[in-house]
C-alpha cells in the first residue's frame, strides 16, 4: 500500500488543501493529513477544533486519515512508514521554496516528495487569506470545501 504524508503546521481547510487531497487519492492508495503543532505558531483554531473539522470533511473517505503531530516532519514520516510526502504549491514562487523542503527532506529521510499545484482558479486562496477573512469576520464560505463546517 502506497501512503502519503501531507503535513502543515497549517490550517489546512481550504478549497485549495482539499483539492490537493483529492488529487493525491487518484494515485495514492492513503493520504495522512497531519496538522503541525508549532507552540510558537498562532492559530485562528486551537488543534482539536483543526483536527475536528478537517475529520469531519474525510468523514467518507476511509483513505484519507487526520492526526496531529509534534517532530520535524521527515521523523513524523518515518514514524508512520509514509512513502511519500505531499507539498502543495499555490504559484511558482512556492515551486522554488517547495523544491528545497523537498530535497533536505529527501536527504534527511530518503522519502521523496511530490509536489502538487493547486487547481489554477483556487491558486489565489491560502489558510493565511482564509484566517485573515475570519478575524474580520468576513463571509468565507466560498473559499471552504463543500460540506466543511466551521
Same mark, same amino acid.
Given at each position: 500500500?502506497? %501512503? ?13 488543501h482539499y483539492s ?9 492508495? =492513503? ?7 508549532? #507552540? ?20 467518507? #473517505?476511509? %483513505? ?14 518515518? =514514524? ?6 505531499? %507539498?502543495?504549491?499555490r504559484t511558482v514562487?512556492?515551486? #522554488?521554496? =517547495? =523544491? ?18 493547486? #487547481? ?31
Open positions: 500500500m502506497r %501512503r502519503a504524508l501531507f503535513p502543515g503546521t497549517f490550517d489546512p481547510f481550504t478549497i485549495g490537493i487531497v483529492r488529487r493525491a487519492l487518484t494515485f495514492i492508495d =492513503e493520504v495522512v493529513v497531519a496538522i503541525g503543532i508549532n #507552540e510558537n505558531k498562532q492559530s485562528y483554531f486551537p488543534v482539536a477544533k483543526r483536527l475536528e473539522m478537517i475529520e469531519n470533511l474525510y468523514a467518507n #473517505e476511509p %483513505r484519507v486519515r487526520v492526526v496531529a503531530y509534534d517532530s520535524l516532519t521527515v521523523d513524523f514520516a518515518k =514514524e508512520i512508514d509514509v512513502q511519500l510526502i505531499i %507539498r502543495g504549491i514562487k512556492d515551486f #522554488e521554496y =517547495e =523544491e528545497t523542503i523537498a530535497d533536505i527532506n529527501r536527504r534527511l529521510s530518503g522519502i521523496e516528495t511530490i509536489l502538487l499545484f493547486t #487547481e489554477p482558479e483556487l491558486s489565489c486562496i491560502s489558510s493565511t487569506i482564509v484566517r485573515e477573512l475570519l478575524t474580520y469576520n468576513k463571509d468565507i464560505s466560498q473559499f471552504l470545501p463543500e460540506g466543511m463546517k466551521l
